[in-house]
């Protein structure tokens, strides 16, 4: 069990990192590039609700899984991804915008 519930760790680990990575990117003047990181962690936070789910199934067919700290620890991993992913994209639009206005201005974009 502790293998599967470290793939939900490892993957929503992956996915904050790279929206994180992402922020940077788009900061830096590569929006196209941050967008692709963006890609790789909704690919990451899918594959940790897929293990999520797995279990949330396995549980719903009667099959009880303990709650441990690392559980629960999990749980935390792919929700604090999922809300960075979220607002990683909300922040890269938001560069996304501010560079062209600064392109248009003849301003040095990063």
Known sequence: MEEIIMQIII???NARSKSIKAIRTARE???DAARKLMDEAQESIGAAHEVQTGLI???ARGERCEVSLLMV???DHIMNAMTVKELAEELIEEIAIRHKIQKELGVDVK
Do not use: F, P, S
């Open 11 to 13: 993957n929503g680990g």
């Open 29 to 31: 003047g590569d929006v």
């Open 57 to 59: 199934q396995a549980e």
């Open 73 to 75: 620890h999990a749980q």
